[in-house]
Each structure stands twice: as structure tokens, then as C-alpha cells.
């Protein structure tokens, strides 16, 4: 029951404030039995929080004796009698009697506490009775009354928070910051959520909200991430604008020798598994399977994640969307109001079907209603054969109606969705068709396998058996850096899906077999080589892509990637891949780029009308994740891991043939029979007869083998050097690949 004014008035005249003096009592004893307890005590309550005159003579007495070595009775007696108090504290006697109050210190903090809470009870009746007094004198204007109390309150408000663990500050009687205390620092930074990781050896400082995890940032020796969240703390949340001043002041205490005494995170981080491949987002998470893809949210994932690995997106896709069941449901109630009894029971089987599925699944998505919508057109069709071969055609009348309101009404729906701009992008740099000399047109189109290298950068699961650097070249490669093929736009992808996990260095830096990185972190999954040099060594990727990936980066002396964290591969060049293992490597997926966009004076831009990515709304962006969804879908139904998809080099293979060897020399050569022999000697006269000199022999080989390799022949050989001889005499015979050795190198996908 609220009371009234004048009951309130006569309550505190009647009441003693509020006071628990056994508690003081005890918080003495302690001090004086344990006196190493004394500074964590200080930074709950001070002197004044005590409610006799004699206990607070006494704590400022302790305080002031307080060297770090301990107190004891003597010096403090010696304190009080130069004050003129030790007889108004109750002399020496008091002192010894103190000592004997409790038997421990183990529950000063406890009793620290209540000495506080009432002290801070004391003074908010103090500050209420002498602000309602001035209220009633009618002397002041009540915008001057509203201000004073609201600046009293407020720092009551921060007296009263001194004890909790959100402080790392002693204060002075006043309640002003006196000095920062290290140890409670790291507590309040370990409580905000700050840690120390280890990772891939090397030592980061993480924050944790919800396992969702962030990497500070450093600006030379201080950690900014961590001195802005105090100073948001200290000037915004709480107006501790003195606590501040001293933080910074004091720059080393968020430095590395400090923050070094953080706690170490402990648990596992999320990984992919080889039958499971998850894209994060803004607002959940796409768990995608061979046979299902499920939107989950981030309390059903197990383990951390890191922010950086987030799409900085969200997604509404059809995986997520749930538009058709509310849908379903209004067309219900319109068939039944209009008597609809056939299109009323159709909806009755999908609402059934979508019900029992909610037993077994917190959200049933659209594309989850497709599918129940094919399984039941699938049914309906199966009882149509049967109605058909009884000669019931009524029966098939009624099922034909239903198969147009399942896959006319509403799979319809499904089946109209447009195509995402991206695939559309992606069919543009795929796909190849030239006329070559001969007047042969050839023909190709790789979409699969760019579709195949995407899902498999996304796919962060590592297995010996399919670890691979993906390499994108023109199609049609030069010796000049020209760019605009879209190699640019087929990785802008990769960030939009991976955040910034995916790291993009400049590809000129490496050089003389040295990896030269700037930007690698401990926490990378996707590296990019952006524009290699011509020069790159390809094959000194191979053992970092199997082996133990060891890297020096910038802020880091050493960082050595485990196996199952050792990041993927993607090289871009504008250059012809002069080594010969590239293309035939187990451990590359070399992709030809068109040059679509070159070749007709265009730009994405031009093509599409707007920016991709940039200017796309809603609808685009979960039109490119679905489709992103699909293609990671197919990878994961490989039923072995090492498969890759056929490559097609033909074009690739025929424009870097004309780069290295003279063209007059590729069409005499292309006239020759295969599976035929031909003299050396003759060969090479015939073709220095059109023009071209060669300065010694070994110039003559080894363009042949170039030959030999870029348009998919082998040359008969049968010495230990290499050459083909038969009665002493030098040939020269092409034979092509066979199948088998073609197939045990690449195999298709399965479909």
C-alpha cells in the first residue's frame, strides 16, 4: 500500500536510518586479520560508507597505514592518536576487540557490499528529505530543483555501481576515479566478452557475443578495438569522464603485455563436414546437404564462427521465405466460402502434409511446400494411371484438375523464378565459340566447371584427395596486363558468400619462389593471387596446398595453417600458364575466362543495365544465393571427392599455341598425319622453308613438344633422351591421348 507524505515524514523521524553496524564491525575485523584483502574491499565501499563516526575514524586510518606490506594495530592506534581520535574511536581496547569479531576473512566482500548498499540508502534519503525541503521553501524555480536532483542522482547512480564487476577503479571519498587496477581490468574485459585465442600459432585477441566471434583491430601497440569499447563504456554508458582521463593516460594497459593476462578461449570453431557445406548470413544460417538444404538460426550451430565469415546480407530466398503458406491458407477459406469442394481438398492434402512436417522441423520454408507439392502431383499422377487402365474417366477428369491447381496454381510459381543475373554473368566467361583457319568452328562452354570452383571455394571442408589451386586465365591470354574479362566479378562473389575471410593479395608480389603476404590472417579460408606476374613458378603452390601452409604476414612473425584450416587457392592471370604442369596438375583447375566482354567493346555494366551486386535489391540477392545453394548442392552429391569435371582447353590450348609457337609452323603441323611417322630432319626443313629460323636444335624441340601439348598429343618416344629413333634415323610421330589416360586424370561429375 503507498503511503502517504505525512506518513513518510513521520516514519523518518521515528526510523533510524538505515545501518547494519555488525557488518561494519565485521569489515574491520577482516581488514585487520587479512590485510592484503584491503584493496579489493576499497573498491567497494570508503570510509564514509561506514555509519559510526568511530568505524569510519577507523577505515580512514587503514587506508592511510595501507603500504601493501600490511597494517597492524600499533601503526593504526599511532594513526588515530595523532588525530586526536583514538579515545573517541574507544581507545586501544576497541581496537583488540575488533580484531577478535570474526574468525576469517572469507565473507568481507559480502559484508563490504551491505555496508555500501545501506550507505548508499543513507544518502538517497539524505538527498530526497533535503531536496523535498527546498521543494517546499518555494524559493527555487522547479527546472533548477529537476537539474540538481538529476545530477545528485546520477552520481548516486555511480557510487552505487562501484561494487560491481563492471568497475576496475578505486575512487576517492567522493566518489572520483583515484587509480586503475589491472586485475580488475582484464575481469571486466574477460565479462565484456574479450579473450586470447591461439590459432594456426599464432595469438590473437578475439571478442565473443553468442560464439559469433570478432578479431581486434591494433594500431601499433595498443589494441583500438578494446580502448573504444572502454572509452564508449566510460564517456557514454556511464559518464565516468575521470575513470577515462586516467585510462588514457596509461596506453599500456591495452597493450599487448597486459592483455596477454586475458583468458585463453577455450572450444571448438565450426567446420564444415564433407557431407555439409553452411553459408552464414545477417539473420540465419543455409545448412546445405546432398539431399536438403535447411534454414537454421545461429543457436542450432555448434561451435564458434567467425564474424568475418558472415555475408554482410540477408537472405529471404525460398529456403527461408515463407510467403505460400499464408497463401495456401486465404485460397483455403475462398474455396470453401465459394463451394470449391475439389480445389478445397487439394489444399487440405498440402496443409496436412505441411503440418506433419513441422513435427520434425522448427520452419517449414517455400521450398519445403514445393516439395510436398511435386510429391503429391507425383501421387495424383500414379493414381491417374490407375483410374486410366480401370477405365474410370471421371476419376482421370478429377486427377487432371488437381495436377493444374498443384503444378499450374502454385509449383508455377516456383518454376517461373528468373534466372540470377550472376548465372547469367557466369554463361557470358564460360562459354566460346570461335572459327578457326581451317573453317572447324569450335565450340566451348564450361559453365560446370566454374560452378564446380565456386562450390568448392565455398565448401570448407579440406580433403587430401581434392585440394586444388583454381586458376583463372583468359581464354585468349597476351603478355599484356589488359584486364576487363570479368575475373574481377566471378570473385567479387566469394566476398559477398564468405565476408572477409576471403583475402585478396596482390599477385605481383610473389616472386623468386617467395610467398610475399600482407593481408593473410590466422582466421583466412579463401586467398586470393590477383594478376600474377608471367613469370609466377605455379608449382611452389602445390606442396602449401597438401603440406602445412607456413606464412610470414604483416603483425605476424609466424603463421602455420593446419591442414584443416589451411585456406583455398584461387590465381588469376592475364598471361599465358607458360608451366607445363598447370594444366595437366592434379592439383589445379585451370579455367579459361571468354573474352565476351572485350571482344564485343562491352562492360558488365552495359550488359546488365545497373552494377552487379551493387545495385541489386532484394530480390536479385536471393535469386544469386539460391543459385548458389544449387550449385553447392551438386558438388556435394559427388559420390567420390577426388572427381572433377572435363575441362575444356581447346580454345585456351589454341590461342596460347599461337602465342609460343609461330603460326606458319602450327598449320604445317596440324596438316601431318597423326599415328604417322615423319623424318626429322625433313620436318624441319620444311617448316624453316616458311620463313622461320630455328638458332639451334634444342629451339626446334622444344617448340614441337609445345605443339605437341596444347593441342593434346603425346610424341612417340623410345631413348632415354626423349627421341624417337628406328635404324638410325630421328622421326617424329603424334599420336593422341587415349581415353583411359585422359579419363584417370579428370572424371565428370556426377549429375
Not at 99 to 106: E, K
Not at 297 to 313: A, C, E, L, R, T
Amino acid at each position: 500500500m503507498k503511503k502517504t507524505y505525512e506518513q513518510l515524514s513521520q516514519r523518518s523521524l521515528k526510523t533510524p536510518p538505515p545501518m547494519d553496524v555488525e557488518a561494519e564491525q565485521s569489515v574491520l575485523s577482516a581488514l585487520l586479520i587479512a590485510p592484503e584483502r584491503i584493496p579489493d574491499v576499497l573498491t567497494i565501499m570508503q570510509p564514509d560508507d561506514l555509519s559510526k563516526p568511530s568505524h569510519r575514524h577507523i577505515l580512514a586510518a587503514i587506508q592511510q597505514t595501507y603500504t601493501g606490506d600490511g597494517v597492524n594495530l600499533l601503526t593504526i592506534r599511532d594513526a588515530l592518536q595523532r588525530q586526536h581520535v583514538l579515545d573517541e574511536v574507544g581507545g586501544p581496547a576497541y581496537l583488540a576487540a575488533l580484531v577478535d569479531a570474526v574468525p576469517t576473512a572469507t565473507n568481507v566482500m559480502a559484508h563490504a557490499r551491505i555496508v555500501h548498499e545501506k550507505a548508499m540508502a543513507r544518502k538517497l534519503l539524505t538527498n530526497a528529505v533535503e531536496l523535498a525541503t527546498r521543494a517546499y521553501d518555494d524559493s527555487e524555480t522547479a527546472a533548477a530543483l529537476i537539474k540538481e536532483a538529476k545530477d545528485r542522482f546520477e552520481s548516486l547512480w555511480r557510487l552505487m555501481h562501484n561494487e560491481t564487476a563492471r568497475t576496475f577503479w578505486t575512487q576517492d571519498a567522493v566518489g572520483r576515479a583515484a587509480r586503475l587496477e589491472t586485475d580488475r581490468l582484464l575481469r571486466y574485459l574477460h565479462q565484456a566478452g574479450y579473450y586470447m585465442l591461439e590459432i594456426n600459432d599464432a595469438v590473437l585477441f578475439v571478442h565473443n557475443r553468442d560464439n559469433i566471434l570478432q578479431e581486434t583491430v591494433w594500431v601499433k601497440s595498443v589494441n583500438k578495438t578494446i580502448k573504444d569499447h572502454l572509452k564508449t563504456y566510460l564517456l557514454d554508458e556511464i559518464d565516468r569522464r575521470d575513470v577515462w582521463s586516467l585510462l588514457a593516460d596509461k596506453p599500456r594497459l591495452v597493450s599487448s603485455a597486459i592483455l596477454t593476462g586475458l583468458d585463453t578461449l577455450q572450444g571448438e570453431f565450426y567446420r564444415d563436414t564433407p557431407e555439409q557445406c553452411c553459408l552464414f548470413f545477417r539473420n540465419g544460417v543455409l545448412q546445405i546437404s546432398a539431399a536438403r538444404v535447411d534454414w537454421r538460426p545461429y543457436s542450432d550451430i555448434m561451435g564458434y564462427v567467425w564474424k568475418d565469415q558472415i555475408s554482410p546480407h540477408d537472405y529471404t530466398g525460398i529456403y527461408n521465405g515463407q510467403t505460400l503458406w499464408p497463401q495456401i491458407r486465404a485460397d483455403l477459406h475462398r474455396s470453401l466460402k465459394a463451394r470449391d469442394r475439389l480445389r478445397a481438398n487439394v489444399l487440405r492434402r498440402i496443409i496436412s502434409a505441411v503440418q506433419h512436417l513441422r513435427r520434425t522441423q522448427s520452419v517449414v520454408s517455400d521450398h519445403d511446400i514445393y516439395q510436398i507439392i511435386l510429391t503429391l502431383s507425383d501421387e495424383t499422377g500414379e493414381a491417374m494411371r490407375y483410374a486410366a487402365q480401370a477405365k474410370r474417366t471421371d476419376l482421370v477428369r478429377q486427377g487432371d484438375r488437381e495436377l493444374s491447381i498443384l503444378l499450374g496454381d502454385y509449383y508455377k510459381q516456383h518454376d517461373d523464378r528468373q534466372r540470377s543475373e550472376y548465372q547469367r554473368f557466369l554463361e557470358l566467361v564460360s562459354q566460346e565459340r570461335v572459327e578457326e583457319y581451317d573453317g572447324k568452328t569450335l565450340t566451348v562452354n564450361n559453365l560446370h566447371g566454374f560452378e564446380f570452383a565456386i562450390a568448392y571455394l565455398l565448401h570448407g571442408y579440406n580433403h587430401k584427395a581434392n585440394m586444388r589451386a583454381v586458376i583463372l586465365a583468359d581464354s585468349n591470354p597476351s603478355f599484356v596486363s589488359n584486364g576487363r574479362r570479368g575475373k574481377g566479378v566471378i570473385l567479387q562473389a566469394l566476398k559477398h558468400l564468405k565476408g572477409e575471410i576471403v583475402i585478396k593479395e596482390d599477385g605481383k608480389a610473389f616472386n623468386n619462389g617467395q610467398f610475399k603476404f600482407q593481408l593473410v590472417r590466422p582466421n583466412t579460408r579463401v586467398l586470393i593471387l590477383d594478376d600474377v606476374a608471367e613469370d609466377f613458378d605455379f608449382s611452389m603452390l602445390f606442396s602449401a596446398i597438401t603440406d602445412a601452409f607456413v606464412v610470414e604476414s604483416k603483425g605476424f612473425k609466424r603463421i602455420a595453417f593446419t591442414f584443416a584450416d589451411t585456406p583455398r587457392f584461387v590465381i588469376t592471370t592475364n598471361h599465358p600458364c607458360d608451366d607445363e604442369g598447370v594444366s595437366s596438375s592434379e592439383r589445379t583447375i585451370l579455367l579459361p575466362v571468354a573474352d565476351y566482354f572485350t571482344a564485343h567493346g562491352l562492360t558488365p555494366y552495359q550488359v546488365f543495365g545497373h552494377m552487379l551486386f551493387d545495385d541489386w535489391d532484394q530480390a536479385e540477392w536471393d535469386r544469386f544465393f539460391d543459385y548458389i545453394v544449387d550449385i553447392v548442392q551438386r558438388y556435394l552429391q559427388r559420390a567420390d571427392p577426388s572427381v572433377i569435371p572435363v575441362i575444356d582447353h581447346s580454345i585456351f590450348n589454341a590461342n596460347k599455341l599461337l602465342l609460343k609457337v609461330p603460326e606458319p609452323m602450327v598449320n604445317y603441323l596440324d596438316k601431318l598425319q597423326k599415328d604417322h611417322d615423319y623424318e626429322r630432319d625433313e620436318v624441319v626443313r620444311d617448316v624453316e622453308g616458311l620463313g622461320i629460323k630455328f638458332r639451334t636444335s634444342n629451339e626446334f624441340s622444344r617448340l614441337l613438344h609445345t605443339y605437341a601439348r596444347l593441342r593434346g598429343y603425346h610424341l612417340k618416344r623410345n631413348t632415354k633422351d626423349g627421341r624417337y629413333i628406328s635404324n638410325g634415323v630421328q622421326y617424329i610421330r603424334f599420336y593422341s591421348k587415349t581415353p583411359d589416360m585422359f579419363e584417370a586424370a579428370y572424371r565428370r561429375a556426377k549429375e
